[in-house]
């Protein structure tokens, strides 16, 4: 198993190397000038001939594209063109708001999604049951987050007032807590920040996790479909177990190597998913900083980022390979 | 314990935790004055570096310049002055020299010390020598040299006679001053740890979510009622909206004003603050590009914009004013012009004259996907057809679109922005032969009529101190704009921002009681949390 999972991080690097180079690429071949899009309608001749050497815009591309390597091998992706921040600090303070709502999405995605397909596929023949399900899936694919997100925030928001309408919560504060060690210290102080992050994060997660269901019930639903006509839950039923046992212990359990599947390519659906949920709930977080740094062609910023998200999603799927021996022990790594 | 077991105590205990999340914990916070804006986030702090709205509507809250648009008849007007950090200033006999004396007493934040004329010296040469990141060195090129008489007084030297030079002194843009002490300690650091002299100083920035800013109790004027302003990074205005009825937000800094937003904001019981002279939306005619080289083509071009159908579709009612001329109201040398009225009939008439009875197909015109743009130029689109005249779009990124009509790809191009309030500032810019853009040579100058007949008079002007001459000779520029038909003026469109009037007090009319440029307010130390 080390020797697959490090083969398989090996083999990571030439495509993370590939991804940084078609974004490297992609954005110079992007038309539009940084600086004609810092200075918008100011923009004069002088002026954007001193801002494109400033931000070293003017050495010939090849010396760029080294130095953008060289630098990010040092995890120094350079500094924002628009804010001055250094990109790995900006992605640093970024990347724990989009972490969690990308957790917390996923747990409402699971605990909808996954009883709605498996539900679904076992009254397949009880329209009653299944078609509701199925609707209320469907409605999940065709409801924008954007749409939803408001709709949530004019609800629970502003009518119930029951949660805040920006923002994510003090996340910065419950980590500076957890590196100082100062949750021991505060334990209140600390669950408070916790609960303010928590209730922050109800409706966004509702948003991205709900619209997100329905691609999971849809995928669960066709693996459950496809283990439940498999011959050892034929068996099973014969034997005379009971229903309930033998979508539990037989099922269930052999569901999950597709589930896992689907978990891979949920990250990546998710990562997307943050963009328009960030931007609609007016959380920071990575999906909103990348789509603001290609439209105003950050590119330290907008590479950092991609860098960064195709580094998640080549981990997750890492893992999640690793877990299919761990759920399924007929599975060996070579 | 079984799995589902677990699952529910991790669900109570979550759920716990977000109950104790909603516990409001009463503090000192709840007594405090505090002013909530929902605008964009800035790019920068540093006020001399960024060209955004809403960087220049924050630096307000922190800068100061030597002077600032006067309050005349409890309004702010934009064409005149009056001191601000300055005290008094003399101009030489030959109007080179201007010697200005500094207020005492002015203090920078953060224990920065008193404003000195080297912090006065430092601010405008950073620009003039085009320190990295610094945007508006190009409108302080007037000036040859700065001495520091002493720490009370400063002499600035001009390359010569600058009639608008106390104008280039507001606090706005390259007019602010900034702390040398700070800068030189602080480097690239000051972009978000800036130091004036304004109302509020900088207290802290969590990107992408707020900024904020606290009172400065040894601000120059006295230290402001409100006690900290939140700035929060809220790009959607749906989300502004929802903010401003919750209470979320008290002042709101819109992406644009449509006639919806506004209802929305009038039912909801709050107010939108109009200052002129805002933005103005206005197509330029590259006059040397065919078909438009033929001045009947342009005037053609013209009489096919229903300019009022164009103000009312996109700004109905009072949320702008259709446009009287090719220089804006509120801009020193103003004056109203004729313009060829709406009549596609004429305008057929002259193209089947100019060549063109069947009129002409303009391919791969490029207009910005960002803004005003798309909805202007579709509505121009469908009243050109009437006419004959195809316009195939091509919509693009903001950003292309800059680059596009610096290569002169657009034939003719529609355009917006503020300047500096006057007319030399203005014309220089859109209509002098050195601003003619050209990728042969580089020049990425915005004269986009590619206009050639003003250059003598925006000489004369620059010399001329007869104020009463000045604006003769603007007036006469406008007359030959109207003459040669190169500028079509379509809207002014004022800054606009939505208050809540139960919240926050104003102390100039909602309706253009004040004029300003990006930022809105120019005095936000006069606004008052109410409660």
Request: hydrophobic share 45%; glycine share 8%.
């Amino acid at each position: 198993m080390f020797q697959y999972a490090l083969r398989r991080l090996l083999i990571a690097v030439p495509m993370l190397l590939g991804a940084m180079t078609i974004v490297f690429v992609a954005m110079r071949i992007l038309p539009g000038d940084p600086c004609v899009a810092m200075m918008g309608d100011q923009a004069t001749g002088g002026a954007l001939a001193d801002c494109t050497r400033n931000l070293g815009l003017d050495r010939p591309l090849a010396v760029q594209y080294v130095d953008y390597l060289w630098r990010s091998v040092q995890f120094d992706f350079g500094k924002s063109f628009r804010q001055g921040y250094p990109v790995s600090d900006y992605i640093g303070r970024m990347f724990p708001h989009t972490f969690v709502l990308v957790m917390a999405s996923a747990v409402v995605a699971a605990l909808v999604g996954i009883p709605i397909g498996i539900i679904s596929a076992l009254k397949r023949r009880s329209p009653l049951i299944d078609y509701p399900l199925r609707i209320i899936a469907l409605l999940g694919l065709s409801m924008p987050v954007f749409w939803l997100g408001i709709l949530l925030l004019i609800v629970f928001s502003l009518h119930f007032d029951l949660f805040p309408l920006i923002g994510g919560g003090d996340l910065d504060g419950v980590i500076a807590m957890i590196g100082s060690g100062e949750v021991l210290s505060y334990p209140w102080d600390f669950l408070r920040a916790v609960g303010d992050v928590l209730h922050h994060l109800v409706l966004p997660a509702f948003a991205l996790g709900f619209t997100l269901a329905a691609t999971v019930s849809r995928l669960s639903r066709s693996a459950m479909l496809e283990v439940i006509s498999q011959d050892y839950i034929r068996t099973a039923r014969a034997k005379g177990q009971r229903e309930r046992l033998v979508v539990y212990k037989h099922a269930l359990r052999n569901m999950m190597v597709p589930l896992l599947t689907i978990i891979g390519i949920f990250v990546a659906i998710a990562l997307t998913g943050t963009v328009l949920t960030e931007t609609v709930f007016t959380r920071p977080g990575l999906g909103k900083m990348l789509v603001d740094a290609i439209g105003a062609r950050d590119y330290p910023l907008a590479q950092g980022a991609i860098t960064v998200f195709t580094m998640i999603i080549i981990v997750v799927n890492l893992v999640v390979d690793l877990l299919y021996a761990v759920v399924d022990p007929r599975i060996t790594f070579r | 314990m079984s799995r589902f077991a677990w699952l529910a105590i991790c669900l109570v205990v979550l759920s716990a935790l977000t109950v104790v999340g909603l516990v409001h914990v009463p503090d000192a916070a709840a007594q405090k004055k505090v002013l909530n804006i929902a605008a964009k986030e800035p790019d920068t702090l540093d006020p001399h570096s960024s060209t955004l709205g809403q960087s220049q509507a924050i630096s307000r809250f922190m800068f100061r310049g030597l002077t600032r648009f006067a309050i005349k008849d409890g309004k702010v007007t934009t064409a005149e002055v009056e001191p601000d950090l300055a005290e008094s200033w003399t101009l030489s006999p030959e109007g080179t020299i201007w010697t200005i004396k500094l207020k005492k007493g002015v203090q920078f934040h953060k224990g920065y010390g008193e404003m000195t004329a080297e912090d006065v010296k430092f601010s405008f040469e950073r620009q003039i020598s085009k320190a990295p990141g610094t945007r508006y060195g190009v409108n302080l090129d007037v000036i040859k040299s700065i001495e520091v008489v002493n720490p009370q007084t400063v002499q600035i030297v001009l390359k010569a006679f600058d009639p608008i030079f106390l104008l280039r002194m507001v606090g706005y843009q390259q007019g602010y001053i900034v702390s040398k002490k700070a800068m030189e300690k602080l480097g690239d650091g000051f972009k978000w740890n800036p130091v004036g002299t304004g109302p509020f100083y900088f207290d802290r920035h969590s990107p992408r979510e707020k900024i904020v800013l606290k009172a400065f109790d040894k601000f120059v004027g006295g230290r402001p009622q409100t006690d900290e302003v939140n700035w929060f990074d809220v790009p959607e205005d749906a989300t502004k909206l929802i903010g401003l009825e919750k209470g979320t937000f008290d002042l709101l800094y819109p992406e644009v004003v449509t006639a919806d937003f506004a209802d929305q904001v009038k039912k909801m019981g709050s107010i939108i603050d109009r200052r002129g002279p805002g933005g103005q939306e206005r197509f330029y005619v590259n006059m040397t590009k065919p078909p438009f080289d033929d001045i009947r083509v342009r005037k053609a071009f013209m009489h096919a914009i229903d300019r009022k159908a164009i103000k009312e579709t996109m700004y109905p009612g009072d949320l702008a004013r259709l446009a009287t001329s090719c220089v804006p109201p509120g801009y020193f040398g103003h004056v109203p012009m004729k313009f060829p009225e709406y009549n596609p009939e004429l305008a057929k008439k002259l193209l089947a004259e100019a060549g063109h009875p069947n009129g002409f197909t303009i391919k791969n015109f490029f207009i910005s996907k960002s803004f005003f743009y798309p909805k202007v130029l579709t509505l121009a689109q469908e009243q050109l057809k009437k006419v004959g005249i195809n316009v195939e779009l091509q919509i693009v990124e903001h950003a292309t679109y800059h680059e596009n009509i610096r290569k002169n790809l657009d034939p003719f191009v529609l355009y917006g922005g503020t300047r500096i309030t006057d007319a030399d500032a203005w014309l220089s810019l859109f209509f002098e032969s050195t601003e003619i853009p050209d990728p042969a040579t580089g020049n990425k100058g915005t004269n986009f009529a590619h206009y050639k007949g003003m250059d003598d008079l925006l000489a004369a002007g620059r010399v001329e101190r007869d104020v009463k001459k000045r604006a003769a000779i603007y007036a006469e520029t406008q007359k030959r704009l109207e003459r040669d038909l190169v500028c079509l003026p379509l809207q002014d469109v004022p800054n606009q921002w939505a208050r809540n009037p139960k919240r926050v007090s104003a102390p100039f009319s909602p309706d253009y009681g004040e004029f300003s440029l990006h930022y809105s307010y120019n005095y936000p130390e006069m606004l008052k949390v109410l409660n």
